[in-house]
């Protein structure tokens, strides 16, 4: 049941992120703009949490990457509207890019995670984890002075409407029927030729 409400909720914040972060970038200088991105960062967080606390016992070494790179982003777009404020557009660019590199890449393990359990459909983990990818590749270009990051971050930001939607929709809902990779197969248990 945890799972079920928690992959909702999951899916409503990755709605409401995309949401806050769009509208709240939009209006730089303003109350408004910089309570809509702390926003963000809150519910950012919070994605984290919930999958770090729905995979911590079957994948622990994901969870907590995806903690702390959800965590790195949260922090990294609150501090990037703080600098736009008070420093200037090019330290609120760099925070942003630490900010998608940070997502981008602690993404990818989550992705064969999620395919492994079967939580999602296996063509969306795929499709998560090659937007991921690109997603790191661009924040990666960018951060060197390529300017790539936006047209690679399409596919990762589709990636997230789609998932975010689906979520919302159904929740976690495992595959019926699936197990464990290391789970044994009825008939070639050693007591199979028995039967």
């Not at 660019?93 to 993404?107: E, F, K, R, V």
Request: hydrophobic letters at 60%; charged letters at 10%.
């Amino acid at each position: 049941m945890f799972l079920h409400s928690a992959g909702r909720c999951v899916g409503a914040f990755f709605l409401l992120a995309i949401v806050a972060y769009g509208i709240g970038s939009s209006l730089p200088g303003q109350l408004a703009g910089t309570a809509l991105v702390v926003l963000n960062s809150v519910l950012v967080a919070a994605i984290g949490a919930l999958v770090f606390l729905a995979l911590r016992r079957s994948h622990p070494g994901v969870a907590w990457t995806y903690l702390v790179a959800r965590g790195a982003e949260a922090l990294l777009l609150t501090v990037g509207i703080v600098l736009l404020d008070r420093v200037g557009v090019e330290a609120a660019d760099l925070a942003y890019q630490m900010a998608m590199l940070s997502l981008g890449l602690g993404s990818l393990p989550l992705c064969l995670a999620v395919s492994r359990l079967h939580w999602l459909p296996r063509w969306l983990a795929i499709w998560g984890f090659a937007g991921y990818a690109l997603l790191a590749a661009g924040s990666a270009a960018e951060l060197l002075g390529a300017g790539v990051g936006l047209v690679l971050s399409i596919p990762g930001g589709l990636f997230e409407v789609v998932l975010g939607l689906l979520l919302l929709v159904r929740g976690v809902a495992p595959a019926t029927g699936a197990r464990p990779t290391n789970a044994v197969r009825p008939d070639t248990a050693p007591d199979a030729a028995l039967r």
